[in-house]
Nanobody, 115 residues
Framework: QVQLVESGGGLVQAGGSLRLSCAAS????????MDWYRQAPGKQRELVAG???????NYADSVKGRFTISRDNAKNTLSLQMDSLKPEDTAVYYC?????????WGQGTQVTVSS
């Protein structure tokens, strides 16, 4: 069984920074691709960033150059450093992984960016 628990959300002014963390339990962490998704009110959940077990990363165009995803396999921790935040980054952010045949999601953490 995989459990994901996010932390680090909050309220920040535009241009500020936040760092999200996701603590994962279960053996799959070090061998699995991990992702951050977000969902804003009235919008579909979207992929923000992903990182493979080997450390390869990908980002949504809207966050490239501002967000950095990283992982610590020894600590089973996934992180998302968010800089130069914009009001449009306001959303609930979710940690995610897939281990066949199931998707696993955290409970989400709220990020609110004020203008």
């Amino acid at each position: 069984q995989v459990q994901l628990v996010e932390s680090g959300g909050g309220l920040v002014q535009a241009g500020g920074s936040l760092r999200l963390s996701c603590a994962a339990s279960g053996r799959i962490f070090s061998t699995s691709t991990m992702d951050w998704y977000r969902q804003a009110p009235g919008k579909q959940r979207e992929l923000v960033a992903g990182i493979t077990s080997g450390g390869f990363t990908n980002y949504a165009d809207s966050v490239k150059g501002r967000f950095t995803i990283s992982r610590d396999n020894a600590k089973n921790t996934l992180s998302l450093q968010m800089d130069s935040l914009k009001p449009e980054d306001t959303a609930v952010y979710y940690c995610h992984t897939f281990s066949w045949p199931s998707n696993y999601w955290g409970q989400g953490t709220q990020v609110t960016v004020s203008s």
